[in-house]
């Protein structure tokens, strides 16, 4: 079983910087998707980015793309999540997600996609 935890979140101030971590553990692990979603109250939960196993294949959503930037250290087993230029409607709770599998270029956005999540890690951006 892959156990995945996140840590970073926090309060922030709008047009500030935050860096979220997640840690992967457990025998035999080996997940070449690993990505970022995050859920507001009362939304649905979006996709914010991914990164394939290499680090040089990335995707993002089109809400924070040119602001947030992810990143992976394979082999300690991390994901980060580097967002800039902050805004209110960046409040979530921000979520680690990772996949045994490679999924096809389509569905990324998908969290049905990811079977391993974290607890989640609360963002809040401040007008």
């Known amino acids: 079983q892959v156990q995945l935890v996140e840590s970073g979140g926090g309060l922030v101030q709008a047009g500030g910087s935050l860096r979220l971590s997640c840690a992967a553990s457990g025998r035999g692990f080996s997940i070449p998707e690993m990505g970022w979603f995050r859920q507001a109250p009362g939304k649905e939960r979006e996709f914010v980015a991914r990164?394939?196993?290499?680090?040089?294949?990335?995707y993002y959503a089109d809400s924070v793309k040119g602001r947030f930037t992810i990143s992976r250290d394979n082999a300690k087993n991390t994901v980060d999540l580097q967002m800039n230029s902050l805004k209110p409607e960046d409040t979530a709770v921000y979520y680690c997600?990772?996949?045994?599998?490679?999924?096809?270029?389509?569905?990324?956005?998908?969290?049905?996609?990811?079977?391993?999540w974290g607890q989640g890690t609360q963002v809040t951006v401040s007008s």
């Open positions: 990164i394939y196993w290499s680090g040089a294949d990335t």
């Open positions: 997600a990772a996949d045994r599998r490679t999924i096809s270029s389509g569905s990324y956005y998908s969290e049905k996609e990811y079977d391993y």
